[in-house]
């Protein structure tokens, strides 16, 4: 296998926003959801090694979902008993060491930390599971490690992809940026889709949902009633986007004649975030009792394994953006920020916060045209800056692009083909 990989460097990918660096004397963590990337960043990553003058020789791959690699804790010698055999006379400090979907065999951090210790410091490792990654860097790699999170394309990457310019104002440009993006709006980012223009669709998206489901969670939590399981994933995806009480569906179930416990429940959504199929959204409160206690809604990691699993959202359009500015705005918020909705006499979609002050609040609305709609989302952002004493306000739309001013504040409309390419500092 090791050999294997040597003889055949994959070469020549499109590039992605991550700039994962290859001497960074760390290891190397990329997190996230299946086939959204990662292995192919790792050969990204290679490339660039390879480039740099390090010889094929020097790079053992090794991808942990291949069947023939069900290693458990004592077994993971054999890679360096391996490489050993292969190359007696290097020195094992030079190798670079790449671990794809490490999280599948128990006991891997062990052996990492060994080899990050004694042999080399060049590691990289990847994984579909946030929180078996997180707790094992916590306790066994702390201070050792760097981390990133691949999702599925943003829009900005998916134009990359798709060669599409910057250029809005250029007409037939901007008339490409508008229609590519309700593609992107209604089928997602994943890359294999997209490159493949969205060729059987929901049959690919369908597989990559059953992997996540039997291998990702029955398999590796020990889940047992799957027809629960099943209800409380298409549970939470119908109330994407909105408010979503454990309790009430608990409570469904129960009227439904479908036993299990409450406990199951709050243990069954924190797997679907740690396999990113959902992402919690709290309310903003400055007490984090009250802030925990509160209902989250949840968003989907993309649009289209969204629409490929449930209906409910076929022709929202403006659920769809709402889950689109989520992710594009989850995708700007590093350590020093967090993310929550706002709830008072109005909402207001997200509320973006350090530790110590409200820096952005967006509001989203797909058409502002209606004066009752138009109303309710100025309505909410006013509420929310004035409650949370912040004047950076955007308000993203599908098509509008206009500064509204009202109470002494600026309110910057824009539209969300533009908007999701760029950051909230470059909109202003």
Not at 180 to 189: A, E, I, S, T, V
Not at 338 to 355: M, N, Q, T, W
Not at 372 to 380: F, L, V
């Amino acid at each position: 296998m090791i050999v294997t990989f040597q003889q055949n460097l994959v070469f020549g990918l499109k590039e992605r926003s991550v700039e994962v660096p290859v001497d960074s004397g760390k290891i190397v963590v990329l997190k996230g959801v299946r086939r959204s990337g990662k292995s192919s960043t790792l050969f990204l990553t290679i490339e660039k090694v390879i480039k740099q003058g390090v010889d094929a020789r020097l790079i053992v791959f090794l991808n942990f979902d291949d069947e023939r690699l069900q290693f458990s804790v004592s077994d993971f010698d054999v890679i360096l008993q391996a490489y050993r055999e292969l190359y007696p006379g290097i020195n094992a400090a030079d190798v670079y060491f790449f671990f794809d979907e490490i999280q599948v065999s128990d006991g891997w951090e062990q052996f990492v930390r060994r080899v990050y210790d004694n042999e080399s410091k060049n590691i990289f490792i990847s994984g579909s599971n946030s929180k078996l990654l997180s707790s094992e860097i916590a306790t066994s790699l702390r201070g050792r490690t760097l981390q990133y999170e691949i999702f599925p394309l943003s829009y900005g990457e998916y134009c990359n992809f798709l060669s599409i310019g910057d250029d809005r104002y250029n007409t037939a440009n901007k008339a490409l940026l508008i229609s590519r993006f309700l593609n992107y709006l209604n089928f997602g980012g994943f890359p294999e889709l997209v490159l493949s223009d969205f060729k059987f669709t929901d049959r690919i998206l369908q597989e990559y949902y059953h992997v996540m489901l039997y291998r990702d969670l029955v398999e590796r939590y020990e889940i047992k009633n799957l027809p629960a399981l099943k209800y409380f994933i298409r549970r939470i995806l119908a109330n994407l986007t909105k408010s979503t009480s454990i309790n009430k569906i608990f409570n469904e179930l129960k009227s439904y004649g479908i036993n299990v416990g409450k406990n199951s429940l709050y243990e069954w959504i924190d797997h679907l975030e740690s396999v990113y199929l959902f992402f919690p959204l709290p309310k903003y409160d400055p007490s984090i009792v009250k802030e925990n206690a509160s209902d989250k809604k949840y968003y989907c990691i993309d649009n289209g394994l969204h629409k490929a699993l449930s209906t409910s959202l076929s022709n929202n359009l403006g659920a769809l953006l709402e889950n689109t500015v989520f992710l594009w705005l989850r995708g700007q918020i590093d350590m020093n920020l967090r993310l929550y909705y706002f709830k008072g006499k109005h909402e207001c979609d997200f509320v973006i916060a350090s530790s110590e002050k409200v820096e952005y609040l967006v509001q989203v609305s797909y058409d502002i045209s209606g004066l009752g709609t138009m109303k309710r989302e100025i309505d909410g952002i006013l509420e929310a800056s004035q409650r949370l004493n912040c004047d950076h306000l955007f308000l993203i739309t599908s098509e509008v692009q206009e500064d509204i001013e009202q109470n002494g504040k600026v309110i910057k409309v824009r539209p969300a083909w533009w908007a999701c390419k760029n950051t909230l500092d470059q909109l202003a």
